[in-house]
């Protein structure tokens, strides 16, 4: 074997809580199992020291906030000059990087389009800190989680379609495999109080209005209203305005049929999902929806709207339905009125678990060191499909 190939990944906080962080952990950790590779993480904070990795800490000037970005992506890349690395990977906005993992979309079209807001100070040095690391010859690969993050994303900086990978974040299958289905079925439904036979839809979310809680709801009532019976019942799990939308749900007349648990942990989280019948997310908008994955790899299918990135992954009325207009309730209780015969839904829940499964975070570490070697020159991954 020859030489190890040195690799800089660059995130503000790995490992932490947040879809970025524990993307970047996940695949770094699996990458430094490699012999091939030598790894070094720079970040401004992390969890904890993982095995193989090599940590520097990046400082960051937090005041005034409009240097928070510039400042990181100064001293991240001051720092990496120091020593010789064969590959630079960032999940953040730097000066310079061989390849770019965007988590997002355009920080100028998450404030206008998502935040409905005008460019503040900080918003334009974090712009600025992009367009120099998109405009940077050096950088050859972006990383899209989805193909809603690729379009804006060449749409706003008009980079060549080839340039433009797209590698969607990983689950990990084997902690539903691990725990006990009906077990987890028949305690949710005791510590409920439901007949045993009870059907829920699972709704889990750290931004209720977001995630489109209310497109849930108005689906579940025109569900309601059509069999002339309250079936599923909706459990929402996580943080948003509980009072807002317990108001709704009564405006609604399903009041009795929607319950709220709050934020709960992983392990307890990963039990509801077991316990689960089918899953919803019909967000406004949404680079990728982690909790959409999870879903698939607890054998859940899922009814997404047409603004989450997880719909590359869902293969309409076989693994799950896509919902074009989250706000049409008649479309959306046809999908869950479909949901509720048993069969079809056990059908679509194994074949959610297979699309699971091929996305496994094994299986997307395979795929960003096919990247990594042809980058290196070891490989080929233009025109490949990632």
């Not at 992390?46 to 992506?73: C, D, N, Y």
């Not at 569900?223 to 709704?248: A, C, D, H, S, W």
């Not at 749900?249 to 316990?275: C, H, K, M, Q």
């Not at 960003?368 to 490949?384: A, N």
């Amino acid at each position: 074997m020859g030489k190890k190939k040195k690799i800089a990944v660059v995130i503000p906080r790995y490992g932490l809580v947040g879809g970025a962080e524990n993307f970047a952990s996940e695949l770094t950790t699996r990458i430094a199992a490699d012999p091939r590779y030598e790894v070094h993480v720079f970040a401004n904070r992390w969890r904890e020291e993982a095995p193989g990795i090599t940590f520097h800490r990046v400082p960051i000037v937090r005041f005034p906030r409009s240097l928070t970005t510039p400042s990181f992506a100064w001293f991240a890349n001051r720092a990496i000059r120091r020593d010789r690395f064969d590959l630079v990977h960032t999940h953040d906005r730097i000066f310079e990087a061989d390849l770019f993992t965007m988590h997002g979309i355009p920080h100028r079209l998450w404030v206008r389009d998502v935040r409905k807001k005008r460019m503040s100070l900080f918003d334009r040095s974090t712009r600025w800190v992009e367009e120099k690391l998109v405009e940077n010859p050096r950088c050859r690969r972006f990383l899209a989680v989805s193909t809603i993050t690729k379009e804006k994303f060449i749409g706003e900086f008009g980079v060549e379609d080839s340039r433009v990978l797209v590698l969607p974040p990983g689950t990990d299958v084997e902690r539903f495999a691990r725990r006990n289905r009906e077990g987890c079925r028949a305690e949710l439904r005791r510590s409920l109080g439901l007949d045993p036979a009870t059907q829920i839809l699972l709704f889990v979310s750290m931004n209720f209005e977001v995630k489109g809680l209310d497109y849930v709801m108005r689906g579940l009532a025109q569900l309601t209203r059509e069999t002339g019976k309250p079936v599923p019942l909706l459990f929402i799990v996580g943080r948003g305005n509980e009072g807002q939308y317990r108001r709704l749900a009564e405006e609604l007349d399903i009041g009795p049929n929607v319950r709220f648990s709050g934020v709960t942990g992983r392990e307890n989280l990963d039990a509801l999902y077991l316990g689960s019948d089918s899953f919803a997310m019909l967000s406004r908008f949404d680079t990728f929806g982690m909790a959409a994955l999870d879903a698939m790899a607890a054998s859940l299918p899922v009814v997404l709207s047409g603004n989450v990135g997880a719909k590359d992954l869902v293969r309409d009325g076989v693994n799950g339905f896509v919902v074009g207009d989250p706000a049409d309730a008649a479309a959306v209780a046809g999908r869950f009125a479909q949901l509720l015969d048993t069969g079809l839904r056990q059908r679509m829940g194994q074949e959610a678990f297979r699309t699971a499964c091929g996305q496994s975070w094994d299986e997307v570490a395979r795929r960003q060191i096919e990247i990594y070697e042809e980058l290196l020159g070891t490989g080929k991954t233009e025109g490949k499909k990632v």
